[in-house]
């Protein structure tokens, strides 16, 4: 299996070149859920259609014990054939060594891109304030996803595994189609 996002396998890039051009990438749910709500709950959790080229997606955690030292975060990508299935990516990071040393590992870099722009996560640890991802544009997403990564047009899940001082805290899923 790929496990560089850019140009090394020559399988994606068949991929590619078969795939014609996207339109763009809809989601159709986020969802966010708290495993431990005297850690970290959600303030709000949605996507919004302004119309029918403006949508985006907006995430605010309260963390209740802060300072928090330590995060790890898996994220892992499904795609949707019968039921979900596991596709090119499942990692782990320890997202305050990342924080420190962003250039170390670009899968994560990719996936981390796709909403850091937006958020007020793009900081060394520790993390003592609410974290907030405002107003991803599914405009921005497409073509993130589109210009980087042959991606077949398919329905996809991306899971989020959240861990906080070395326990499971949140999950957030996002489920969209690339159309
Ligand atoms: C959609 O809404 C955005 C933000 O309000 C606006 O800038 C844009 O022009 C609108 N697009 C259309 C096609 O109405
Ligand atoms: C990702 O890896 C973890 C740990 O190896 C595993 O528990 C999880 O089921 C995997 N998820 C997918 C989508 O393969
Ligand atoms: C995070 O912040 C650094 C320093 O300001 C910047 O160079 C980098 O592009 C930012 N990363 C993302 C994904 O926004």
């Known amino acids: 299996m790929c496990l560089t996002p850019i140009g090394i396998c020559s399988f994606f890039l068949i ?36 119309n029918r080229t403006y949508k985006y ?19 892992a990508l499904y795609e949707r054939l019968n039921g979900y299935k596991p596709f090119l990516y499942n990692v782990t990071v320890d997202a305050c060594n990342y924080l420190l040393k962003p250039k170390g590992n670009p899968v994560v870099t990719f996936i981390f891109g796709l909403f850091a722009p937006y ?11 609410d974290v907030t991802v405002e107003k991803v544009p599914f405009s921005y997403i497409t073509s993130q996803l589109t210009d980087i990564l042959p991606f077949p047009k398919s329905s996809y899940a991306f899971f989020s595994e959240w861990y906080g001082d070395g326990k499971r805290r949140a999950t957030v899923e996002v489920y969209g189609t690339l159309t």
């Open 57 to 75: 997606v907006s995430i605010k955690v309260k963390l209740h014990q802060v300072p928090v030292r330590k995060v790890k975060v898996n994220f």
């Open 15 to 50: 991929f590619l070149m078969i795939q014609n051009a996207y339109s763009g990438f809809e989601s159709t749910n986020v969802k966010c859920t708290s495993h431990d709500e005297s850690y970290a709950t959600f303030e709000y959790c949605f996507l919004k259609a302004i």
């Open 119 to 129: 958020s007020n996560m793009n900081h060394s640890c520790p993390f003592n304030h």
